[in-house]
């Protein structure tokens, strides 16, 4: 059976570690080539618990990942170092997963201020296409160019999205809180991420300037219709892994808490990834190590407003597993392939 062969630049990052655990048990693809700084020279499996031939690939300097010879070829690598990466591989006749932000925003003048610094192909932008497949699925077939969306982008548009889209919402006034867990600042050494000064706090940050916030306002007006400016507060939790985020809706007229509940069922009854629950019983532990994204809406008739709660894994849904979702909706892939063994 032909397996497309797959490699991952940057796979010694908390996303590329995720990249290599499913890739190496997903039955259609074939790791064919792992790039690290920091591993440089030693093989797979003194980093995993690997076997046969994959077990004995060397991770290779970073720099070699201009020349990987992959068919798809996923970039787990910081904004900047992705949008100098991808043209290449490109121009090779590589698809390209980025993991990073590098294409994710239409306007090119949006790059300095939000992820610091000007963009190097603004060429590329109008076709990348947004890898998140409950709400832009029938763009991504045959895809050259992926672009995975943010971790906080993917929890926060797909709790409202369908509320926008049903009207049921104003697109103005959304007020969003997120919690993160540490890893979601990546794999560095950082004394702000360290054990002493996270553990037992709770610690509101990057407060409206958050590289997220343009991204998830350009997918909400894209797929729900309309957006305006969002007010968002991210918050760093005392976790390793998750996110749960909490969004506050103005309502439009006079809906019942059943219509709120309906457009979301609705949007996401034939989603294996997404699921509806009760507002009280969307959790982190229930979505970590899974693809999975758990949201439930509760409405606050006296305040006038919804309020939805979503939860992911932010190396899984919102960065490893939707890049490989992605990955087999651009393939012919069945989408949940390499993922429906994830147990949370």
């Not at 971790?151 to 993160?180: E, H, K, Q, W």
């Not at 560095?188 to 360290?194: F, G, H, R, T």
């Not at 407003?305 to 960065?319: E, P």
Request: glycine content about 10%.
């Amino acid at each position: 059976m032909h397996k497309h062969t797959v490699a991952i630049v940057g796979a010694s990052g908390y996303a590329g570690l995720e990249l290599t655990r499913i890739l190496a048990r997903h039955p259609d693809v074939r790791i064919t080539a792992l790039f690290s700084d920091r591993w440089s020279a030693e093989r797979a499996g003194d980093r995993l618990p690997l076997r046969g031939e994959l077990e004995k690939l060397p991770y290779r300097p970073l720099v070699e990942g201009q020349d990987a010879d992959a068919e798809v070829v996923f970039l787990a690598t910081p904004a900047e170092v992705s949008a100098e990466l991808a043209p290449k591989l490109l121009a090779k006749g590589r698809r390209v997963v980025d993991l990073s932000g590098a294409f994710r925003l239409f306007d090119t003048a949006a790059y300095p201020p939000w992820y610091g610094f000007d963009h190097p192909a603004p060429e590329l932008l109008p076709d990348a296409r947004y890898g998140l497949p409950e709400l832009a699925r029938e763009r991504l077939p045959g895809a050259k160019l992926i672009t995975n969306p943010g971790c906080y982008a993917t929890a926060i548009a797909l709790a409202i999205a369908p509320l926008v889209r049903s009207g049921l919402v104003s697109s103005d006034g959304i007020c969003v809180s997120g919690m993160s867990g540490v890893s979601g600042a990546g794999r560095k050494a950082s004394e702000d991420y360290s054990f002493c000064e996270t553990a037992e706090d709770l610690r509101a940050y990057r407060l409206g300037k958050h590289q997220h916030v343009p991204e998830i306002e350009q997918t909400v007006a894209r797929y729900a219709g309309a957006c305006g400016p969002i007010a968002f507060t991210p918050v760093l939790v005392p976790i390793r892994r998750g996110i749960l985020a909490t969004v506050t809706l103005r309502l439009s007229g006079k809906p019942k808490s059943s219509d709120l509940h309906d457009a979301i069922a609705k949007a996401y009854a034939a989603e294996p990834f997404v699921k509806l629950l009760p507002a009280d019983r969307v959790m982190v532990k229930d979505v970590v190590h899974t693809n999975r994204c758990h949201v439930g809406v509760a409405m606050d008739a006296r305040a006038g407003v919804a309020i939805v709660s979503s939860a992911i894994d932010n190396l899984l849904k919102g960065a490893a597993g939707q890049a490989v979702q992605a990955m087999n909706v651009a393939l012919g892939v069945p989408e949940t392939t390499g993922l429906d063994l994830l147990g949370g």
